[in-house]
């Protein structure tokens, strides 16, 4: 793994079937005869438009300047997408997201058909998507993500996916097919540990607790248990690299010296604390519960991925506000952090020294 830039990895083939002009006016007409029969469900455009032009998704969001931020994990998935596209709107940049219940393939493709006009450009710069863990490995095999943001691994997924350890493996597709950063939470071992996958040239950022509010947030690598990822070389796909057997207990105390981007230190009631580039921020915060603060800290940090890349040369027209500084919202500030019905970071003054 390298952190020098963006990965050069070839794009997914995009290749447009000689019908594919018509695949927006089919997906439209689909979605408006499932609503007159009130047939088929929200999804229902998608799953014929996979159908009838598999590389529709692919082919749309290859068109986006920015890319794509896929945003997994078992917990906290809907809330911080929220956040993370709120926030990039905040720069000045058109985003597209899909909404809750719509975090699988077919279902971003249904969203999509609500948003192109016929000529199937989809008028964003940016999309901000959530997946579920096992539905982002199908969508990673067609849309490669510029950004990806993995929250955690928790047990209560058990009954879906067979068992912790797979659930990461799940994860880990994601974290090799990502081309530009990768953000892992540092508190989770089996999430940290997914930078042995990401590829050479793509840049790896953490989002952490500090010390003293981790047995807030109990995790299952608190046990001692061995789980597998795969380990990817930079020139094989993932499902060709080789199983590694990992001791979590070793693994949780190499994953706390990672540096975090953006650390939650302090959390009260309504109140947090945040860490960010080694000066401390304070803020009044809407959201409930001490989880989604820590969903907030994850969404500063991929925001702060995609911001440096608007500093970059190559980004020519840039948005109104790529040059603000997001960060968490000032104490009594109308704009504080909000879970209702967007959540809305903002940007603050350091906290004053004591």
């Not at 109990?218 to 057997?245: G, L």
């Amino acid at each position: 793994m390298a952190d020098s830039g963006t990965s050069n990895a070839n794009p997914v083939r995009t290749h447009a079937p000689w019908y594919g002009f018509a695949t927006p006016f089919v997906g439209k007409s689909v979605r408006w005869a499932s609503r007159l029969l009130h047939h088929g469900g929200s999804a229902f455009p998608g799953k014929v438009v996979e159908r009838f032009d598999p590389t529709f998704l692919s082919r749309t969001l290859s068109t986006l300047p920015l890319g794509v931020v896929l945003v997994s994990g078992t917990n906290g998935k809907t809330t911080t997408t929220r956040m993370v596209a709120t926030m990039l709107e905040s720069l000045g940049l058109k985003v597209f997201t899909n909404p809750t219940g719509s975090n699988f393939t077919r279902g971003v493709v249904s969203s999509i058909l609500t948003e192109v006009p016929l000529n199937g450009r989809l008028d964003a710069d940016i999309a901000v998507l959530e997946l579920d863990e096992a539905y982002a490995v199908h969508f990673v095999e067609q849309v490669q993500p510029r950004y990806a943001l993995l929250l955690n691994v928790m047990r209560d997924q058990l009954d879906r996916f067979g068992e912790i350890d797979n659930t990461a493996r799940l994860l880990g597709h994601v974290a090799a097919a990502t081309r530009g950063t990768v953000v892992l939470n540092r508190e989770d071992p089996r999430i940290a540990r997914l930078r042995d996958v990401v590829k050479d040239g793509v840049r790896t950022r953490y989002f952490g607790l500090a010390e003293g509010l981790r047995h807030y947030f109990p995790a299952d690598d608190d046990m001692t248990t061995t789980f597998q990822v795969q380990s990817a070389d930079s020139a094989q796909a993932p499902e060709a690299a080789d199983a590694q057997i990992v001791d979590v207990a070793h693994d949780v105390g190499t994953a706390h010296e990672l540096h975090a981007d953006v650390m939650l230190t302090k959390v009260g009631d309504h109140h947090a604390q945040m860490v960010i580039d080694g000066r401390e921020y304070e803020s009044d915060v809407k959201l409930e519960g001490v989880y989604n603060l820590f969903n907030a800290a994850a969404a500063l940090a991929v925001v702060r991925a995609v911001q440096a890349d608007l500093r970059k040369p190559r980004w020519g027209t840039r948005p109104p506000n790529w040059g603000v500084q997001i960060l968490p919202a000032p104490a009594h500030s109308p704009r504080a952090l909000t879970h209702s019905p967007t959540p809305t970071p903002t940007r603050c003054s350091p906290r004053s020294p004591t």
